[in-house]
């Protein structure tokens, strides 16, 4: 049976969907700012909040570092001093965990490099994501995969055999890995969605918990990936959609996000069971609009029941309509007037008269 554990959640078919509220750098590089996101997403019903870690000089080309970055959504004149102005240190860190701890959410962050990945086991976050770009980054997935840390690997933009190496990597060295389907589109459009690969990977991974990392606006798309399966659900959340920052517009707000999470209990409960079954909440109408076998007029003691003698009506509290067979050629052991049940202990065997 698949299942994870992450920080004392267990994640398998049978749970609740674990919900991580993607805070990534909708932060704004202020401590503040993202102790708020925190609050938000704990009060939606979120189960984890997730930042990025970055170790950017070592990440980055020194030409990529240090090109000049000139979008609107810049908090720097360079990339490299965009990127530093977002990224949160030890005592940042520290400061969030604890603050998470009291929120009762999980924090878990995003490790783009070795570095970063040492850096969050160090901290000993209780999972840590791999992102979709990294997905074919084996030597960083072979060095996470070695710190025994629960893995969440997101794979927009990959091949069914990217994906398939990316797990041959991990999963010999740490079994306990959340594969997402993900759409490397911001925001995705739901012809990209592409959610039939969540019963891919189910097929392919018979052991691996699988998710989704929805791109998309809105939180309604990720209920159907719950009912195909997907028992990790990530979503980019913000407090503000025109913030500035190239996430916050395909971001859930603190209303979407209550909605996602108060939608994925609801579709966990209308799943309900794979018995066909009839339920106690149906009886009554069962008995209301179904019908029985009754006599179709009065009929005395010794007829023997013919296929004109019977007729179905309402309501469904006796003999099933499906079981006439078996009263066909019985012999009435009392009279019966129209409209009343017929049963089977109402009948003795055909004779052999009865058949000639």
Known sequence: MRSLDISGHTVSDDTHAYVIAEIGHNHGGSVARAEALFQAAAAAGATAVKLQKRDNKSLFTRAMYNEPYTSVHSYGGTYGEHREALEFGRSEYRHLQKVAGELGVD?????FD??????????????????????????LLSHAAKTGVPLILSTGGATMDEVRRACDTILPLNPELALLQCTAAYPAAP?????????????EFPEVVIGFSGHDLGPELSLIAYSLGARVIEKHFTLDHRAKGSDHHFSLDQAQLTALTEGLQRTKAAMGSADKTTSGREVAAVRKMGKKLVAARDLAEGHVIAEEDLTCKSPGDGLKPYRIGELLGGRLTRPLAADEDIRLEDLAPPTDADAA
């Open 107 to 111: 924090f878990i962050s995003t490790a």
């Open 114 to 139: 070795v570095p970063s990945v040492d850096f969050l086991a160090e901290l000993g976050l209780p999972a840590i994501k791999i992102a979709s770009a990294d997905l074919t980054s084996t030597p």
């Open 191 to 203: 012809e990209d969605l592409n959610l039939r690969v969540i019963s891919t990977f189910r097929e």
